[in-house]
Each structure stands twice: as structure tokens, then as C-alpha cells.
């Protein structure tokens, strides 16, 4: 297993690993759903009763649908532990679990009413970073924690969340930089970027340009595309056009159709050098096609590759997982909300909130909610290192201690971490 260097966000030195995990993609572990006929929401949702309710808005559906099982999983292997310690406030932590959908869809807005009138406390999610938008207003209203495992947009650094947002996923600056550097030191003069038209595609689309500029190479076009669109022919053409040596394709599951038109006229990734980021790195996309597609094709990842142990662990609770994804983001968001909670000795969001900061960084180094919780009880401060990294939530709720892989596919279409390489960058950071 390749352990990636968890790097500072800042002017420090980063790792960067061509890296890979296993295959697969499949439906999320046991749940507790969600009742039906929800009503708009309420402040009473914020008021506490002395039990941690935590209820999660994740993808079972939709273009990240692939994401779902390794997220839903790390929640589920966090609460087992848990519940198995002795629970939060001396009491089991109970869960609901609901369907993000994505930005194409109002499935993510129900799903935080349903869970508003369910009392929660917190809510882990979206994985969409256009989706946790859509709905962040809701949920801080009604003073209840929102913990994203996978949002990246920088847009949530300077978002208004009533101090009640969080997430485990470091933003796109950083995933931006790494890969626009990646890009440029591969030796990419020319690059093409195809990037899928919201606040992630745009957003990150604009970090790789700028990087790859300053690194010295040139944006030779760049295209933002409505993801929904029926045919991509007119986008790729554009690409194709001004013939670039490196494409960067920012995108989710629809990124498999722009593979097909980029293999359709020519830009193949023997020819040219793809890139790809979080949303559409995946196992399962494009098993259906033609061996060698993908093959040679980088991508970056934010986060840390899930230790071996872990998977294992993951495994107990849904054995049908085969990708992992966010899910040490997942199980560390769970976490740390149950870990806020009894350092503040409260469930209610704000009390919440007002202790993330606090037991991410600072105190008694810890791993796992066990060991973290017991520190607690004896009155010890605590520094919660999660799977993920250290976190060390700032003051907006950004972790300043992230982690990047970069990965490489090969011919079966699958990125595989036997044939890993690792390497050390210079400042990506400042």
C-alpha cells in the first residue's frame, strides 16, 4: 500500500503518488431510512434531546451514484464503533440515511426536509459540492451541523454557514494545483481542458488553468460543457482543433460519453495525455470499454488512499464494496461529530460546531473514537488523527492538513495500486 504525504496547505513540500485501489461500485451497506411526507424545516431541529441523530444526504442515485457504497459504508463502520463503545452521551447514535441525487435533480432539498423533521443533529453530505450548495442554507437555518466528506469547491471557504459547515475533503485549490503541476511537469506545453459546467467543474477548471499558465504552459482552449448534454461531438471538436498535447477532462460519470467522442476523433490516450480529478476517477465507468482506453491516463484524488486494515474493517460492515473512494472522509466526518459532542457534552448543532475545531487539532493525539472518547471523559484535550489525516480544522471548517494522490490507470481500464510510483513536488501549496 502507498502511503500519500499529507501535506500542509501551507509553503510546505507535498507527496504525490501514482496510486490505485480495486474495482467495483455497488449499493450502500445496511440503513435506517428515512419516514416519508416530510414538512418544510424547523428551528426545533437544532434543540437537542440528549441523543445524537445524525442523518447522512448521499448519492444512491445520480452521476456520483458510484461514490455512494464507500461513503455510506465509512459512516456505517464509524457508528458501529461507536454504539459499540458505549455510544455518544451514554446513549446509541442513531441514523437515517437519504439520497443526494445530484445538481440535475430536487432530490437533495427533500431529503433535508425529511431529515429536518427527524430532529438530526448533523447531516453528512452531499458528495455534489453543487448540491451541498443547494441546500446548505436549509440546513444551517434550522442550526444543524452540515459535514461533507467530499465537497471541494472553494466556494464553501468563504460560504455563509453560521460556523455550522465542515468537510474532511480539501478544496480545489490544492487538487488544482497538483494536477496542473502534475500536467505541466509530464511536460505538457499545450494543454485542453473539457470541464463540466458548475460551481466544481468551473471552479477547479480555473485552478489547473491558472497553474498550468504559471508553470509555463499554454491553455490552448478550453471548453465548460452542460454535463446533461446528449452529445459532446461539438465540445470535443473544439479540443481537437487547436490539437494540444495533454487533455484535462473534469467531469462525473458523464465523462464517459467525452471518452467515447475523444476515442471517436482521434484523441486517443496513446496519442495524447488525459488527466482526470475526483469526480470521474472511478473503477467502474469504464470497464465496457475496448482494453487500453484508459490506459496511461492520470488522475488526482484528494484524500488519503484507505489503509489496507481499514478496507478490511469496511468490508465487515458491507462486504460488497469494492471502491473506496471518500470513505476514510466518511467515517472520519462521523467521527469527529460524535467526538464534538461529548467534548461539548451537548448534541445540538451549535454546541456541536462549537467543539469540531477544538478536538481536530491542538490537544492529545488520538485514532478512533474509543481511545478519543476515554481521553475525553478523563478531562484531556484531544487531537483526533483521523484515517483520512490529521484534519486540523481552520476557523471555516477547511482541514489545513490535506492529503493528494495522483493515479494512474492501465490497460484494464482500472487504476491499480501494484503499480504505484511515488514521487516528491516542490511547493504546490503556497
Given at each position: 500500500m502507498i502511503r500519500i504525504l499529507r501535506a500542509p496547505l501551507a509553503a510546505t513540500a507535498a507527496l504525490l503518488a501514482l496510486a490505485a485501489c480495486s474495482s467495483g461500485g455497488t449499493t450502500a451497506g445496511t440503513v435506517t431510512s428515512g419516514s416519508a411526507g416530510a414538512q418544510p424545516p424547523s428551528a426545533g431541529a437544532s434543540q437537542g434531546d440528549g441523543a445524537l441523530t445524525i442523518g447522512t444526504v448521499l448519492p444512491q442515485t445520480g452521476s456520483l451514484a458510484y461514490l455512494g457504497p464507500p461513503m455510506f459504508g465509512g459512516v456505517d463502520l464509524a457508528l458501529k464503533e461507536i454504539n459499540e463503545a458505549g455510544g455518544v452521551l451514554g446513549k446509541p447514535v442513531t441514523k437515517y440515511d437519504t439520497d443526494s441525487g445530484d445538481n440535475t435533480t430536487n432530490i437533495a432539498s427533500q431529503a433535508v426536509d425529511k431529515l429536518l423533521t427527524q430532529k438530526v443533529d448533523a447531516i453528512v453530505g452531499a458528495a455534489s459540492s453543487s448540491v451541498s450548495e443547494?441546500?446548505?442554507?436549509?440546513?444551517?437555518?434550522?442550526?444543524?451541523?452540515?459535514?461533507?466528506?467530499a465537497n471541494t469547491s472553494d466556494k464553501f471557504t468563504t460560504i455563509e454557514d453560521d460556523g455550522l459547515y465542515f468537510r474532511t475533503a480539501p478544496p480545489d485549490k490544492l487538487q488544482g494545483r497538483v494536477l496542473g503541476d502534475v500536467v505541466v511537469s509530464d511536460g505538457n506545453d499545450t494543454v485542453g481542458i473539457l470541464a463540466m459546467q458548475d460551481s466544481y467543474g468551473t471552479g477547479l477548471a480555473d485552478q489547473v488553468q491558472k497553474t498550468v499558465t504559471d508553470g509555463g504552459g499554454d491553455v490552448v482552449e478550453r471548453v465548460d460543457y452542460?454535463?446533461?448534454?446528449?452529445?459532446?461531438s461539438a465540445d470535443v471538436a473544439k479540443i481537437k482543433a487547436k490539437n494540444p498535447k495533454a487533455i484535462v477532462l473534469i467531469g462525473f460519470e458523464e465523462t464517459a460519453k467525452v471518452v467515447q467522442e475523444l476515442v471517436k476523433q482521434?484523441?486517443?490516450?496513446?496519442?495524447?495525455?488525459?488527466y482526470m480529478v475526483d469526480g470521474n476517477m472511478s473503477n467502474t465507468n469504464y470497464l465496457k470499454m475496448p482494453k487500453g482506453t484508459m490506459d496511461g491516463v492520470k488522475g488526482t484524488l484528494p484524500g488519503a488512499e484507505a489503509p489496507e486494515a481499514f478496507q478490511k474493517r469496511l468490508l465487515k460492515v458491507n462486504p460488497k464494496i469494492t471502491e473506496y473512494t471518500y470513505a476514510a472522509e466518511s467515517y472520519d466526518a462521523v467521527t469527529l461529530i460524535a467526538l464534538a459532542a461529548e467534548a461539548a457534552k451537548s448534541d445540538t448543532g451549535p454546541a456541536i460546531a462549537g467543539k469540531l475545531v477544538e478536538t481536530s487539532k491542538g490537544g492529545t493525539k488520538c485514532t478512533g473514537f474509543k481511545e478519543c472518547v476515554d481521553l475525553l471523559k478523563a478531562g484531556t484535550d484531544i487531537d483526533y488523527d483521523g484515517v483520512s489525516g490529521p484534519v486540523d480544522f481552520n476557523d471555516v471548517g477547511d482541514p489545513s492538513v490535506a492529503t493528494i494522490g495522483v493515479y494512474r490507470y492501465g490497460a484494464d481500464n482500472k487504476f491499480n495500486a501494484a503499480k504505484a510510483i511515488e514521487y516528491r513536488r516542490g511547493n504546490i501549496a503556497g
Open positions: 443547494s441546500i446548505i442554507d436549509k440546513i444551517t437555518r434550522a442550526g444543524v451541523v452540515q459535514f461533507s466528506p452542460d454535463p446533461k448534454a446528449a452529445d459532446f482521434g484523441l486517443t490516450s496513446d496519442k495524447y495525455k488525459w
